[in-house]
Structure formats: C-alpha cells, structure tokens
C-alpha cells in the first residue's frame, strides 16, 4: 500500500548508513539556496558547487542552508560533510520513509517532520519529508522537491519583520515549524469542508459514491494522524530536552507549537468520531431505503394477490358455479373487490407504510 | 467542517505574535467595563479610552478588567501592551480557536477556556472563547461578545456577599471559572433531557428523524468532550503550578473545579455510552419494523398463491376436465380452499407471524 | 437525563460555599443517632437539638455521629460548625451529587462515596449519597435518607464482637467503607443473574422486549461503573496518603477493601464484554428469523408461480391448442406439475431450505 | 451470573476478618499432605490432627505443607494460627472468589492465583482458587478440592531432579506457579484448537450452533482474562517487592513465568481479535444467504410473473380479440414467451444472479 | 490455533530448565558456521564437533556462531555450556514459541526476536524464532532451520564495508537487528499491496472470496502485531540498559531500529484501520447488492400484479360482462394497461429504481 508506506524494498540488505535515496524519483535537480544573516544585514549566498558550500562558515552571522529536494545522495552527502552530520542524520535525511523524530547528537539536534498538502479533487494527503539540523549558527532544512512552504519566514527575514533576525537559530526553526504546522491547519479545514459536503449528501440522497468517498476520507485521516501524533512528540521531546541550543526564551514559542499539535490531534479524532457516525448514517439510510422498497412491493402484493384470486374463483369453468349467472354477480364482485382493497389501503395507511 | 475549527486561514502565513482576530465576525464595539475593589470598598470605572487603562494602575486594590469582545485587534493590543502581556498572549486573546490551556509568565498567570451555550432548537453547542489574565492586584477576563456570565460574580462583589472582597485575585479566578464550570452542567442537563426524550422516541416511535437527532446529539458531544477535555487538564496544571499567585488557601477551591470537571467529564462519557446504546437500538428498531413487513408480505403471499394456482387449474380449458362436470365440484373446491387456507394461517399464527 | 446527572440548576448561580441541599427532595425529618464508645463501654446518646452536639466531645472516648438524610442544610450546617469542617466540606455534603472523593483537610479527612441499591422489577440502580469525616476522636457519617447500611457495623460494635472496639476511628472507618463494598457485591450478583436470565431469553426466544431489557441493563452497568470507577481511587489515594489518621496497621484492610473495588471493576467490565456480545446474539437472532420467514417466501413463491403459468397457458382461449382435445391432456398437465413441484421442493430440501 | 462472581452473599454483613468458607460446597474431607526435605534427604509425614501441625516445625529443613480443599474453615484457621498467619490471610484463603494479589506481611509473602481447567464439551474454563503463603522454612500451598496440578513438582522433589532440593523455599514457590501457568498455555491450546474448528465450520456451513459456539467461546475468553491478568500482576509485584525471602537468583526464574504470563495475555488478545473477525464472519455468511435466497425468489418472480400476465392476456373473454384466432396464434405466443424468459435468464446470468 | 500457539503440550510438566526443542519438527542437522575476524583479519572456522568449539575462544578477535536450527537441544547444550550460558537461556533457545524478550546475565546480553516471511499465495506469515547472544568477545546467533537473512551483513564482513569489522560485538548485533527489522518493512510492503488489492476487488466487484482473504489479512495482521510489540520493547530495554555491552556510541544505531519498529507498528495499526474499513465496505456492497435485487422484483411485481389482476378480470365466465362484448374492449383494456405500466415504469424511474 503506497499510501501507507514509500518502497523500502529499494533499500533492504544495504548497510546501514548507505546512503540511498528511498523515495518517489525525481528527475530535475535539487536546488541549494543559502542565506546569511545578522542583526543588521541580510544577504543571499550563490552556491554553484561543492566548494563554495565550504566557504559558507566563514563569516559571522547566521546561515540557512535550504534544501529544496533529497534525490540525490551525492549532493546531500557533500553538505553533510561539510557540516559534519553523523552518518545516521545524511541516511535519514534521505530516506523520506523516515517518521518524525528528533535527535542530540553533539553539535546539533536534529529534526524529521512532515509537509503535508491536500489534494481536494482525489481527497488524499500527500506527505512530504522534512528535515532540520540545527546548530549554534546554522540552520539546514531539506524538504521534498517541491514542498516548499517557507517563502514568507523567508519574507520575514529579508524585511527584518518582527524579531526574528534579532534571535537564535531555535527561533528561525521555531519559525519554520510553525509554518508547517500552519499548514497542517488548512489542510484540517479542507477535509473538515469535504466532511461538512459530506454530511450534507449522506443526510439528503446518499448514494454508492457518498460511501466511497467517506472511505477515503477515513483513509485519509488514517494517514494524518500517522504523521501528526509524531509530530508532537517532536515538538514534545525538543521541549523537554535541556539543548543548549534552545534558549529558554523560545520555548514559548515551541509551546504554542506544541499547543497547536494537541489542538490537531483534538480536531483530528473529533472527525474519525464524525466519520465513524457518518457511516452508521448512510448504513441506516440504506437500510431505511430497502425498509421503503419492501413496504411498497408488500402493499402492492398484499392488496393484489387476494384480488387475483378471487378473479380466478370466477374464471374457472365449472359447470355449476350459480353466481355466474346473476344478473348483478359482475358488478357484485367488483364492488366487493373494491371494499376489500378500499379496506386494505387503509389499514396500510393507518400503518404507515405509504 | 465550521463546528470543529475556526477559519484558521485568516492567519496562515502571518509571524507569529501577529495581531489578528481570528474567529466569527461581529460588528460591535469591544466594551471594556473595569471594577476596582478591596475589601471595605467597591468602584466601577469609566474607561472611555486607552488612556484611562493606563491610570487603572495607580490606586491601590484589586482592578478585575472584564472585555466583552475580543474583535478589535487595536484594543486588545491596548490593554496588552498597559498590563505588559507577552505578544504571545496577545495572540491567544485574539485567537478564538484557541484551545484551553495555562501558560505561567513572570509576572501573571495566562490561562484559557471555553465559555458553552446550547441551543435546543437546533441541538448545537456553541463554544465561546474566555481567556483570563491573573496578576498579583488585577484580573484580566476576555470572552467572546455575547457570552457574559460573570453577572452574578459581579454582583456578590458588589454585595460583598461571602468571603470575595477579603480574598486576593486567585480567589476571583476561582469564582470565574466556577460560574464557566457550573454553567457546563447546566449544558449537560439539557442535553441530558434530549437524549431522555429521543430514548423515549426511539423506544416507542422511531422514525428518521429521531436518528438525524441522535446524529446530531453525537456531534455535539464530540465537540463537548473537545472543550472539556483540555479544560481539566487546565485546573489541574493550575493546581499542580507551584505559582506565588495561586495561594494554598485558594488550592481546596480549584481542587473543586477540577472535581467538577471530572464528574462532567464522566458524565460526558456516559452520555456517549447510552447513544451508542440508542444508535444500537434504532437500528434494531429498523429491522424489526423490516420483519414486521416481510412477516405481512409472507403471510398474505404464502396463503394466496397456492389458491390461485388451484382456481388457475380449473380454469383451464381442457375438453376432458371430470372435476369440472361433477355436481358439487365448484363448493368441494372452494371447501378444500378455505381448508388450506385456514391451515396455513392456523401454522403462521402458531409460529406468532401475525 | 435524571438517570445521570443531579439537577445542578438547584445551585447554579449561588456563591461557592452556599449551603443548599442538591438532590432528591425528601419530606421527613433528618435524624441524628449519636454513639460514643471506648474498648469498655458502648453507648447512644440523645441528641434532641443542636445544642447536644456540643455536649459530644466533652467526654473521653470515640464519637460516632450518624446523619440519616441530607435534605436540612441547617442540621448539616450545625453539625459542621460544631465540629469545625470547612465550608466546602458543608457543601459537598448537601451536594448529593458530588462524585467519590477524598480530600484531607487540617484535622480530618473527608471521604464521599455511593451507597448503591438495585430495584430489581425496573432494572435499575439508585445511587445514594455518602460522606464520611473522619477525625482522631470522632467519626461523622452522611447518608441519604433511607440508605443505611450499617446496623450490622451497630451491632458489632455494641457486642463488641472483633476488635472493632479496640482500635481507632480508621478501623471504625474501614467497616463502614466494607458494608458499602459489600453491598456493590450484592448489586453485582443480582445484575448478573438478570443477565443470565436474559441470556437464557435471548438464546430460546428472543423478543422486542428482551432488547429492552438489554439496553437498560447496560444503561444501569455505565451508571454502576460511574460510581464504582471513582471510589476505586478514593479508597486508593486513601491508603497513599500520609495522613496521621490512617495507622499502619489498619492500612491493610483498606488494601483489601481496594482489591474488593478492583474485583468490582473487572466483572463489571465482564459484565459489559457479556452485553455486548448478547446484543450481537439478539441482533443476529432477529435476522436469522428474517432469513427464515424469507426463505418459506421464496419457496412457496418458486414452487407456485412456475405453476400456474402453466395453469395460465391451458387458461388461454387460443382456437387451435392441440393439446386442449387430447384425451389423457389435463392428466398428464397435473402429472408434469406434479413433478416439477416434488423437484423444486426435492432442491429446496437438499439446500436445507425448510 | 454465577460464572463471573461467587456467591458472595454468603458472607455479606459478617465483620472482617470472620472465617467463613465462599464458594462452591464441598463434601469430602479437607486433606493435608505435608513434605519435609533438606538436600540430602525427603520425607512424607502425617499429619492426623490439628496437634501434629504444631511438631512440624520442630526439626529443620523445608516443610511444604499442601492442603487439598478450602471448605472447613475450622482446618484452615488451625494451620493459619500454627503459622501465625494475619486474620485477613485466612480469610483470603477461605474466599475462593478473592482475585489474585499478593501481599507481604512481616514474616512472610501472600499469594493468591487461580487454577484454571477447561472442560471441552461445554467449552468452559473452571476456575479454581489457589494461594501460597510463603516463608523462610516452609511453604504453604492451598487449592480447591481437586484442582492438584503438583505431583510432577512432588515428583521432582522426591528423586531430587534438578537443583529443585539445593534451593530455597522461593525456588519451590516458582515450581508451583510455573506448573500453574504452564497449565494455563495447554487451556489456550484447547481453546485454540476449538477455534479453529469453529473458523471451519463457519467458513464452510455456518448455523446457529456455531453463532453460540462463539458466543459461548468469547465468554470463557472473557472469564480467562479476568483470571491472567491480575495473574501478571502478582507475578510483576512479587518481582519488583524487595522481601528477603525472593532470593536475586530465583528472580530470573519468576520474570520468566512473567514472560509467560505476557505471552498468555497477548495470545488471549488475539484470540478476541479472531473471535470478532469470526462474528463478522458469521453475520457475513447469514447476510451472504439471504442475498441468495432473496435472489432465487427475485429471478423465478421476475421471469414468470410477466409470461403470467401475457398468458392471461389470451385468457380473456373478450369477444373480439382477433389473436386468439389465427392459426399459429398459439405456437406464436409460446415462442415469444420463450424468447423472454430466455432473455430475462441470460440477463440475470450476466448479472451473475444464478 | 496453531497460528497463534506452538505446541506446547510438548513441554508441560517437565522441569524448569529442561532442555526440550518446542517447534516445529525438522529433519536435518542443525548447521553451524564460526567466524572470526578483528580489524584486518576475516575467517571462517570449521566447527565439525563439539570439541572444535571448545578451541574457539583461544585465539584473539570477535567471534560470531551461527546456528541454523534449534531442534537439536544436545548441540544447543554443548554450545551453552561452552559459553556458560545460564540454564533458562538454553531452555528459551529451544522454546520457538518464546516471546521476543531481553535478559541481562552477567556476562552476556540474551535476546530473542522473531524472523518473519510471508507466503503470499496462502497470505500467511510465518514466525521464526530467532536468539541472539551478546558477549564481549562473541556473538552467537540461533534461528530456525532455513530463517537465514544474515548473507548480506556476512558479506559486509568478509568485505570489510562500512566500519563493521572496526566495531565490537554490539555493532554486529545492531546489523543482524537490523537486518530482521527491514525484512519486517519487506513483508509490510506485501501485506500492504495485497491490501491494495483488495481494496480494489472490493470497491469494483466484492465477492464471498474477497471476505475470506479479508478475514485471512486481518488474522496476520493480528499475528505480526503479537511479534512486532514486542520486538519493540526487546529494543528499547536495549537502550535503556546500562550494560557495558552496548557502547554509547551503538546506542545509537539502536534507537534507529526503535525508530523502526515504531514506524512499523504505526504503519500495522494503519492497515488494521483500513482493513476495519474495508469489512465495512464489503458489509456495505452486500447490503446495496441486495438492495438492488429488492428493487428489481418489486419494481416487475409491482408493474404486473395489477396488470395479471386486470386480465384476470376479463378472464371471469360471468354471463353478463358488458366490457366484454364492446367492439374495441380487447384493445381499450390493453391500452389502459400500457398507460398503466408506463406511469408505474416513470414513477419507479423517478424515484431512481432502475
């Protein structure tokens, strides 16, 4: 099931810290942008190659390193060279499979989260893999090719909006975080708009499609909440972890994140509830729909039938069957038939059936 | 799906610490209504504009600065910026899809909740947003438009009924949440006496109705336990906080929220225990109601049928047909029919078809 | 919902610490029963007013306050003034619907319970208020009207029968909280013989009523365990708590008492997992009956209708039916249906299908 | 319901600590066996009377002291006064429906289990009540009348197989409960097999017998768990109790019953797991049947109740209905009759309905 | 249910300790491979008998044995004794059916896992047992006959890729470790896409066959979550111990498995959802099958019941018919009819019937 799992057969019996990237193939090329910053300056770093990677930590000021894709190993390989990652953090960053974890390591901590995006004509949820090292005077963040949410932080920074280039790198990587999990916000929304349409189809003519659709939907949320309950725990164990990189200051701010992650969750499994009544809803209207069907083929066989027969007492050719000789015996037997199915309806009616 | 999330996009992308309002449009004016007291004395004040915020902070007393709408980010912003709260708390106020929480600062304690009202015509819950600021002399309370249930605080203190004016702001708290808690079982004893009636409906009458009501009553509850939930674990982090503003004295009284909350929570829990009971219990409704029709169908079918073929028998023209020339053939035939026809109604009756 | 909740509107709005009694109302008087005894002696004391309550503590010995209704806050109010308990000791004793808890307080510990009953004509559980302080010298208990369950703890303590007479306030405590949980047994054994009988019902001859009495069985078992679940953790922080009151050697009882609560919890959700189960029996049962009454349907209808086609094929009164004029026709007609019938019926048989 | 709870009315309103027997009525003897052994040597001795308990503790080695039944409680409260066990202790011993715990007293363990057998033709498990009072020199075991699993354990003492006569009374202590849980792997093993059978039949020819079959399975699963689960809980408290008298060394032995305790569990869980995969299964097959049925009534309705119609068309007595006067009138109508009913048959077998 | 149990009846009553091989039967010898390699040397001994091995800890370096089968308990014997493995280890070596677990003795690490694979044709997964033991200088490996995934980390040896041979026995466990983990996320990704499948098979055409591997699907589901839960807690106790075994630098590599293992169960608990939903689809797809059927034949019953009464009319002998001897009679009740059906065929068409 792709949903659920990127193919891991492309890596198995490797040793581990092969670098290999595990993941859906890209063609085009990743994309390095650099940025230094101080207080007071804000400036774009070309990087063409490997070399020039090398030369980033030579000035004071704080780099972000973005990593736009993480399809080719070689290239991730050089950048953690160059900033000294462990073995583990390069084949991680590759292996978008990967969940969302944190982890020390001596110089910097290291950070797996996923970018969602919500695509509302399939209603699927397309995860994308994201990383970040964070280190005294650096930040590196790898994201999917194509999953790029950070253009207004970036925005931020450049205009020297609010405080965020007065502070730390945990403060930009509070930032980025939060944008990730803005995002995740939205997309809530989409879903939430889709149950709402939902609700509203299955309350007035539930159909087949109606059904399939409230199947993915589940599906769906299936897969949110595989990346979203990490995701807190992320944010949970880089609160309570005694980094120094993280000043105290900005905890706050990761405890808003944090916040909003439980708030997620919340919403989260307030729509598995509503889905899960969504179901029951449309079973019964689809039972109630049979109930309806049954009822008028009864009606329709329970006046009939009886009336059937009596026409056939009178079609039959007995010899000596005095009451086809009346004179009224036509209109007589009409007339009963007419009491008795009279009688009939209305005792259905009375029953509510029709 | 609005019930479960505010419109978060209106603050996608936004720094954080931006000043936005985030939830329901409303036209009016914010009002700000401030009382300042101590234990012998109980004021009102006017606080026609920023200004008079900044003068609420020179005579002695305890200063309670209730604001009924949280919509105009100027105000807020105001009174934030006069009682030094932190941006991020700012940001809370105006974020009425915040979920409940406590956030202990230097200087005050922040927390949040939800103030809840139902509405028995349409079967909703409505979740208003409250946040409170408590410091050493003053008490800041924001709720949504509309949602003010703090008349009856107001007027003890200006009575001085019980012990409120002798105590300090903790206590004051104490009382606001209280009136926020007591008002939640008023919620639950009306939806309480919705289910007793729909389970009387769906006992004797079920009908599609009763089922979309019972639908609805389960969203509702999912969105209770949403707000309740988290507001326990806000008393109890309360409780648990080991802050100079909440005096040991004052800890019994929380501790009776947080009891409170519990016996809500419980109580919730149980209510979603009997609609699942009663969901259960339509459904069996439906399918008995479908026998009921079948049995009909069956009974009326079944006996009728075989006659008809019968009658279908002696209406067939073959030239050689003894029966059909004999004297008393018709009234045998009809005697055997009528026979038959008991005896089957004679088995279904014993088999309680009918 | 009566069934779950207290009407709280008795005391919405009042101040915290109120005195109001919550609850059922009662008309009779609230009778006090005073005993004091020591390891020698065993008396009862008239308290006619409430000046008597002040005479109790004057002499040596352990007091044994027995309150019989909480409907006269008065009384209560008195009681508690003379034995010096907290305001909101008072009113959790007047709230009947308080839920389990203990709480210690300066120089006592307050300990509320549920004294339950099981109406066994309605299938229902009541629910009766409990309190208990226990103090150095005294003990005071608070049941509702009609609800007492300690004379055999009289009795013994009057014959001296154990060491009842012998030990602390604790001791006296511990047999007060056995009587209750005993009493749960009692419950717990009734319940499960209506289950059984049920059971026995639904596997022989199920009915609408039978599923009545399900859902109210399990309406009563969510109410048991509300009550059950809470006092489970009364009786456990009791024994974590360090208070002076408990001795160490009475510690052990109370553990049993805990085990007893545990023992409660799990046939209790027993209990539930059996319903449960029960109603997929009767849920089943119904639609085998439906599979049953369909198939005599389907039998009769497929065994008949073939039938008299054929019948309906002589029937026509085409000029030139060659097989009208044969002589043996009509026989040999009634010889094919004749077969055709004993075939279809041969193949219902084989599927086993009447 | 007499499989969940012992008859506890039997011992309700008794003060604590009183010695009454709780549980099934037994009419045989009580019977003592008690084993003396060191390393070198193994000895059986009788024990005639209450007198000759009190010379067993008279000369060294370990004394095993194995008491078949629970019924006389006067026997019991002769060796719990020999060996000066706590009140609470006897009475636990006597209760048969007392779950599993464990308790330490000063001078020695408490250990309550249960003894399960599995009776295959009523696909019940019968629980027996077992206990264990463990000291420095002696051990003392307790069963239900008939519930020994210990010869193989008496076995390997006699002949001295392992070191089972070198080690201390903890060791012996292990012995026992292994041989109880390994007891309770050949009860899974049954019910698995059972299972399995059942899986079979219900994929193969589902009836009711086996809806109860499943039923009934579930309930002992029910009742098993209620048994293994506190089981572990004993066995996890025994290993974490710092008492002298669980020897480090004979630590490892007990995790490993541990293990097997967790093994039991997670095989119980599965085992629900299977047996609600079953129960759709079953209610799958019911619902797969009707269809069927509900099919071969709609194919033969469908076919022949137009061909009726159109026969009894050329039934009527019309006096100018010119078909019925051609020559070939009624070859003609037989051959489109045919044509229909053959096209409906090709429909409904596309459709795949028969 | 042998799924889900090893027989252990094999095993009941004998001592603890006893060594038993408990499994499956095999036929061939249990093969053994001896390996020894340091930093610059790699080979493999030759390990004819029990003699040989007594000779392999005389030389320098790291030792790994690995032992393909178990079911030979005197060899298992000869190389626990060897390497003075305690007696309840070699018991758990031979006992397949033990729990994945970890023990500390005080020389060596002892863990046990299980090798899966899956049989897709009868979509099953097959558990191997699967022991490691930790030593400073030797790591001995035991699976059953033919669970070899180890070829690739021998490779990776003998080659000296990576930095294997630079690192000590804990290093090599973490790539056997690691080797099992992947192979789980190879059979995840099996499971996976025959969940796909089914998927697919039941949204376009669900049949009884369909059911059946559902019901099989979910039974493995259930068996790789009773091995992958465990394997979890195996791992983490590893991270938690503080044996010098595991250098600080592995750990590492460890919590990299954990990582693993968790996103394995994430991914087991998603395909539990889906499949949970998928049984919900199918019971859906029956029911709306079903649905369809009831429609057709009461959409053809209720069309030509009237109709074959109405002819059924005209098929009455009575003499004095006036209808019957109108010119046009025959073809005014025929187009009466027409009219008649069409307006049901147009009812039952709006009302969305066929």
Known sequence: MKRFLKTFSQK????????????????????????????SKFEEI???????????KDKEGIIWLQVDGMHQPEK???????FSLHALTQEDILNTGQRPKMEEFDNYLFLVG??????????????KHFCLVLMEHAILSFHEAGANLFAAVENRLQKANGKIRKKNTDYLAYALFDAIVDNYFLI???????????????LT????????????????????????????DVINSLIRSDSELILDDTLKYFRDIYDHTMQIIE???????VTASLLDMYLSAISNRMNEVMKVLTVI???????????GIYGMNFSYMPELHWRWGYFVILFVMAILAGGMAFYFKKKDWF
Not at 267 to 273: G, I, P, Q, S
Request: charged fraction near 25%.
């Open 267 to 273: 919403t989260l499994e307030a729509f598995r509830d």
């Open 114 to 127: 996923k970018i969602l995006s919500f695509d509302e004509g399939a209603s699927t949820v397309q995860e």
């Open 188 to 202: 809530l929304e989409k879903i939430g708009s889709q149950i709402e349409e939902l609700e509203e189809e299955i």
């Open 301 to 311: 066989a329970t006046i009939f039938i009886p009336l059937t027969f009596i026409v």
């Open 46 to 56: 070309a990087v063409p190659d490997n070399d020039a990677l090398l030369h980033l």
């Open 12 to 39: 198995a019996g490797l040793p581990p810290g092969s670098l290999v990237h595990v993941g859906d193939a890209f063609t085009g090329e990743v994309k390095i942008k650099a940025i230094r910053y101080t207080e």
């Open 76 to 82: 991730i390989s050089a950048i953690g060279d160059c």
């Open 205 to 232: 003519e539930p159909s087949r499609e109606s059904f399939e659709w409230l199947h993915f939907l589940k599906r769906e949320l299936t897969i949110l909440r595989k990346s979203v309950w990490p995701m807190r």
